[in-house]
Structures are given as structure tokens and as C-alpha cells.
């Protein structure tokens, strides 16, 4: 049979049963758009939180006091609350440890904050002038927190523009305003800029203040809360991060690992399990999507096997007029990967726009990829080939005069 | 041309063996008319089924052209029909839905002729089964029942088989219909043709140069034409 005729033929075939071929394609459609569209939305989500985290500053490493360490059967004191950090450790790391750029500790604190009349509970950072740098804090209005500030323990605050917002009014410019956080008067210097992203985490809704300004007056301690630490270079990231171990655990006095009282948060390794459970989230969400697929294919299966007895007759005339086993099996097969690859083109089109839907209507970011769509197209060929290669094999397997003969 | 040597066809169904055919031997020359004729159920149709590589026996040997096709696989077979054979069958068996000229190229699809090539070839087909160029583009089954078995002779004609097998072909046709096929078959023949008719009517079984009778699945009689007259004499 020559590839023209082929395809002749499976034009004829599907034409003549329009509505079951439209329906048995539908089936493929639905599928394979409803695979593109959710491994668009694992994708989006993926770039999402990842974006988010490298916004919160490049080649982090960020020290916190406490253990995760489970030794036997007790957990050690859990992250973040004890105060076995000190900002002598931060002074230390700066000095010390070569390949950083900066470091940036952070003491933090829940406080009320009061202005004429409104008040409100928000995260108070203490944070020195190298924060912005570090964690990728950029200003609106006004002046970050400044070296003379933090050698002055001045009582001055930037706040974050949720914050401002919420007391002052949206898009007011409060630089030079007055605020009562606990018991003390600080004067506003500036506002930052939104980064996105709300809840637990967010940095729109926070007030900056003098690092020696909150544990003076809020802490009342000179522990730390975290240490951020930027290094030069993603590559470098590991042995920073070993010979600071090393340096606290000398300056804490540690000498058995097992009694380390920080630990270390390394950007690189938080990115890589983040993109690893947004991977197990594509995989799974394009899974079950794969099931209406996989659905798509039994449909087509049905519709073929259903053609093969309905055409039995004819089956059996191109046996006798001389058609081999691989003519017979090539005309069905080719009719059933027609219909999967029209439906493949058709749901990867209607994928393509029900993930541009979803990302208009809602906050979700869709990706379509390259390998999504070769993906999605290989699998509907797959398909058609092998739902239709039984029903195929059948149609061939069928005697001439049996075939002829059957009403 | 053609050689059968003790073919023997039995059908099995549950535990009742059904003999189609029993130890039937003949010969058929190139060129040869022969009518196969005999009752309803007497074998004719296995017959022409084995004949024409359509099935194989389940003794005996088989040889066309000096191959031994008894043996021969399913898609082997396909080659002998596509190649050698041109059917017409009882029933017509033409393609619902489909043109008079793609009914006729179907052929020529199996043979991969190219495209160009297969109208002049079904042109010349249908000139000779007798239909007009009018119905060429009409679909089958806008035919008469005349017309349907001119398409199905041209059909068997288009890939310019040596042997020509027809099954009842005036089965459905009134007399003078059948007539005129019938000295289309005749014509065929004097091109050089192979051709062997099954039919159930002595009338019909007289236009051929030579009779086979069959009965029960064995041959009975095998006439030329010179003592043709004894065999009526025999049947009445
Ligand atoms: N596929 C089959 N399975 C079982 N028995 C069969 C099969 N085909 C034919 N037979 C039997 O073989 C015998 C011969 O059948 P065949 O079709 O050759 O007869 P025929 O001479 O062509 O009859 P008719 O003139 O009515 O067409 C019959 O008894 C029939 O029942
Ligand atoms: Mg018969």
C-alpha cells in the first residue's frame, strides 16, 4: 500500500463516521488538554515559590540558634528558641570567614504598634545596615536604617508597605510621622518596597528597626535571632558553610558534634527541595490527568473494535482482492493515530488555553513547556498506536472467506 | 496451469465433520473455459475457494503455475491473489459507499501501482465488463444490480489476472443481462484467459468449452464440449 492510499482510506473512514470519530477524539482532547494544563500549573507553581525564595536574597546562608539534630529519642531544642546566638558570632563570621560578602544578623519580635487612635500587632526586625543588601530589601521613600543610626541606638523605624498601608493609608507617605511600638516613640524613615506574597513569611507586613535599638529596648538581650550571611558565589556556598560550623562551634565552646546548640540554612539546599516537591506535585497532578487520557485511549480502542466488526465484510474483500496482514493492520492503525493526533493538536490548543484562563482568573502562574507539549503529543501517539494495534491485529487476523461471509 | 491432486476439504463444527470436498483430481489448461456446476451444497464454492488461494485444503496438493500453494502462509496466498487471480463474487462485494473507479482500483492499491497508472487501467477494465463512462464516479450502491456486476467484472479484470474466477455471476440477473455477461466472459477467454464459472444452470454451463459436475464434494463428470449432448442426456 502506498502512504497516499493509506491515508486516503483512513480519510474516507473517519469522514464517514463523523460524529463517533468527533466523540472518540474528544475523548483525546479532554486528556491531553487536561495533562498540559496541570503540568502548566505545576510548573507555574514551581517557578512561583522559587522565585519567591530567591527574592528573599541570592546565595543565602542564613545561622539560627537551636539544634534540629535528633539524637536517641530527644529532639534538641527546637529552631529559634534559644539564645545561644549572639551578635558577637555575626562580628565574628564577618571578621573571619573569607568568600562573604556581607552579613546581616536579625533580632526579631512581635510588638504592638500604636499610632493616634489605630494599633496594631506586627513583627518588629531589628537588623543592621547591611540587611537590604543581603536580603534583597529595596526603599520606596525615605532612607533605610543607616551605620549611624545603629551606632547611635537611635529610635528611628522603615516599614514594610503593608505596615504602612495598614496605619497610615494606602500609598501616604508617613516619612518623619511618629509611632509608638511597646512603650517607646520611634520616627519613621522610610517604607520598602512590596516584594509579594502574604502570610507567614511576608516581608510587606514587618517595621525595620536599629539592631542595638531592639535589644536594647525590646529583647533586652544581645542574643540573635538569625545570622543572614551572603556569600560571593553559588559554588562557594558549602565551605562557607562548613567553616562557619567549624568557627561557632569553636566559639561556643562544642567540641562534639552531636552538641551543636545552631544550625545552618543553606538557600541552595532549600531551592533544591522546593523545585523536588514541586516536581512530585507536576508529576502527580499530571498523573491523574494522565487517567482521563489513558480513558481517551479505551475510548478509541472501543470505537476501533467496533469498526473492525462493522467492516468485517469489507476486511474480508481486501484479503481476497489481495491486501497482506500489514496492509489490513496499517489501515486501522493509521485510522485510530489519526484520530489520537488530531485530538492531540486539538487538547494541546484547548490545554494551551484553558492554563492562559487560569492564570488571568487567578493568582497561579502557568507555564506551558516545549517538553510538556512533545510530552503530551508523544504520549497521544502512543496511544493511538497502542489502543489501536489490537483492534488492528484483529481486523488482519481475520480469514478471507469467514469475513466475506459474515452478515 | 492448473493441477489438483486428491484435494480433500473437511469442516469441522463441534463433532460433525462436514466432507466439502473428497479426493478431487483435474487439470485446467491456460486458456481453458471451464463451468463447474452441481447442486446446492455439493462443494462448488469450496471449490472455487481453494482454487483461487482463498483457503487451503486439508489434503492434497494445490499447484498453480507449478508452485504447491496448499502449503503456502496467509499473506503468501494474498501475493498468488493480488498477482495471478481475479474474483467475481457471488455477492458482488463491492465497496459501500465508495466510487465505481476506487471499487475498481482496489486492486491495484494492494499492488502499488502507481496512481496514474490505475485510471488508464480501470478505464480499460470497465470498457471491457461493458459500462459506460457515465457511472464512473457514481458510489456503488447508486448501481443497478447490473451495473454492480459489471463494476465487480471489472474489478476482476483491472490487474490483468491469467485466471479469472466467477461465482454465480448471473446468479441476480435476468436472462438477458446474464447473456451479455456471459459473452463478456466469452471475449475474455478469447484474449487468452483463464476462466472458470461456477453456476448451478446447465444453460449456463453450456457457454463453456469444457464441464465439470460435481456432487457430494467428488466429481462426477468432467465433458468437453464434443460430448456435451451426452451429459444432458445422463441429467434427463
Ligand atoms: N465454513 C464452513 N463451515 C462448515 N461447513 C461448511 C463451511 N462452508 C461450507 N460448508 C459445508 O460444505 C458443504 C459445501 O459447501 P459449498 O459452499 O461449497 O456448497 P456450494 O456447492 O457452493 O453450494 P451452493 O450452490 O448452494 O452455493 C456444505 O455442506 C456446507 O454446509
Ligand atoms: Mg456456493
Partial sequence: MLISDIFEETFFAVLSNKVRSGLTALGIIIGIASVVTMISIGQGTAYDISTKIESLGSNLLTVSPGATKVIGMNAKSATGSADTLVIGDADAIEEKIQGIISVAPEVSSRQQVIIKGSNTNTNIYGVTETYPQVKNVEIELGTFITENNIRRTSKVAVLGPETRDNLFGIGVNPVGEIIRIGSLDFVVIGVTIAKGGSGFGSSDDLIYIPINTAQHYLTGSDSVNNINIQVEDEEKMTLVEEEITTLLLARHGISNIDDIDFNIMNQADILDTVSEIAGTMTLLLGAIAGISLLVGGIGIMNMMLTTVTERTREIGLRKALGAQNKDIILQFLSESVVLTFVGGVLGILLGWAASSFVMKISDTTTIITTWSIILSFGVSAFIGIVFGYYPARRAASFNPITALRYE | ?236
Fill in chain 2, 1 to 236: 496451469m492448473i493441477e489438483c491432486k486428491n484435494l480433500t476439504k473437511i469442516y469441522k463444527t463441534g463433532n460433525t465433520e462436514t466432507r466439502a470436498l473428497w479426493d478431487v483430481s483435474f487439470k485446467i489448461k491456460e486458456g481453458e473455459f471451464v463451468a463447474i456446476i452441481g447442486p446446492s451444497g455439493s462443494g462448488k464454492s469450496t471449490l472455487m475457494h481453494m482454487l483461487g488461494a482463498l483457503d487451503t485444503p486439508t489434503s492434497g496438493e494445490y499447484f498453480l503455475d507449478g508452485n504447491d500453494v496448499s502449503n503456502f502462509s496467509d499473506d503468501e496466498l494474498a501475493v498468488i491473489r493480488k498477482k495471478k487471480i481475479g474474483f467475481v463474487f457471488q455477492a458482488f462485494n463491492l465497496l459501500p459507499r465508495a466510487s465505481v473507479l476506487r471499487n475498481i482500483y482496489l486492486p491495484l492499491v494492494y499492488e502499488e501501482i502507481p496512481r496514474e497508472k490505475r485510471y488508464e487501467m480501470a478505464d480499460k477494465a470497465l470498457k471491457n465488463a461493458g459500462l459506460d463512462k457515465e457511472h464512473y464516479n457514481h458510489l456503488s450502491n447508486q448501481l443497478s444490480g447490473g451495473q454492480m456486476q459489471r463494476v465487480a467484472i471489472a474489478r476482476a479484470l483491472v490487474n490483468n489476472p491469467a485466471l479469472i474466477l466467477a461465482d454465480e455471476p448471473t446468479g441476480n440477473l435476468d436472462s438477458k443481462t446474464g447473456e451479455v455477461i456471459l459473452d463478456t466472459f466469452k471475449k475474455l477467454n478469447k484474449e487468452g484467459r483463464t476462466i472458470i464459472l461456477i453456476t448451478h444452470e446447465k444453460y449456463i454451463a453450456e457457454h463453456a468449452d469444457r464441464v465439470i459436475t460435481i456432487k457430494d464434494g467428488e466429481i462426477e463428470n468432467d465433458s468437453r464440449k464434443s460430448n456435451q449432448k451426452k451429459i444432458k442426456n445422463i441429467k434427463e
